[in-house]
């Protein structure tokens, strides 16, 4: 089955000490999404690509880097993980074709990043 | 700052009634509407899209669109106890972006 798969499901990591989520698709998808989701809050985009365009938002901090070598793969570098970064990391990815009705988004299963 | 708000819940439904779920939107070029579920410590799942003024059936569910009064709804009928999680209102802006509610929690009570 088509599937957007993330590892490791749960991350642990020590305060500053940098990490390296990663995320890859099966759909063949152009678009590829990072967000941040706390408890009971919203998924938080952090950044996505559009095939190897990068499109940072504006309130993610510099701490938060992304990398998408070839369509598949899709990776998150935190370079210095705070305790306010404990969180899930969700990976999304669309069509990203600009068709009538929209394009929805297909999520990965997420990592929990814990920082101790 | 575009919005889509939700009551955070929870939302307590007994077994087999019908559960409403309220959604609204600021940005009146909104296109696209979807509803997800997620479940505690899952990721979100897409259960209901709807482009349209109107409603929409799927199975047990249906949502509702109203852009005039920029608010949309999902209704689950026969509610089931694994209905039980948070339902994320998700609208996609006139600038294609995907702008997300906070969620509402709802429990089905046996």
């Known amino acids: 089955d088509a599937m957007v798969i993330q590892n490791p499901r749960y991350q642990v990591t020590q305060f500053g000490k940098p990490v390296t989520l990663s995320c890859s698709q099966t759909?063949?998808?152009?678009?590829m999404y990072w967000y941040q989701q706390k408890s009971s809050q919203a998924p938080k985009l952090l950044f996505h690509y559009y095939d190897k365009d990068f499109n940072n938002e504006a309130d993610t901090p510099d701490n938060f880097q992304s990398r998408r070598p070839n369509t598949s793969f899709c990776f998150l570098d935190i370079r210095s993980p705070g305790l306010g970064d404990a969180a899930m990391y969700l990976c999304?990815?669309?069509?990203?074709?600009?068709?009538?009705?929209?394009?929805?988004?297909?999520f990965g299963p997420g990592t929990r990043l814990l920082v101790l | 700052q575009k919005e889509v708000e939700q009551n955070s819940g929870p939302l307590s439904v007994p077994e087999g009634a019908i559960a409403s779920l309220n959604c609204t939107y600021s940005?009146?070029?909104?296109?696209?509407f979807f509803w997800y579920r997620q479940y505690s410590g899952k990721s979100p799942e897409l259960i209901m899209s709807?482009?349209s003024n109107g409603d929409k059936e799927d199975g047990r569910f249906t949502a509702q669109l109203n852009k005039a009064s920029q608010y949309v709804s999902l209704l689950i009928r026969d509610s089931q106890p694994s209905d039980s999680a948070t339902y994320l209102c998700?609208?996609?802006?006139?600038?294609?972006?995907?702008?997300w509610g906070a969620g509402t929690k709802l429990i089905i009570k046996p």
């Open positions: 940005d009146r070029g909104s296109q696209s």
């Open positions: 999304a990815t669309s069509r990203g074709a600009v068709v009538a009705g929209g394009d929805h988004q297909y």
């Open positions: 709807i482009y």
């Open positions: 998700a609208v996609m802006d006139s600038n294609y972006q995907l702008i």
């Open positions: 759909l063949n998808h152009n678009v």
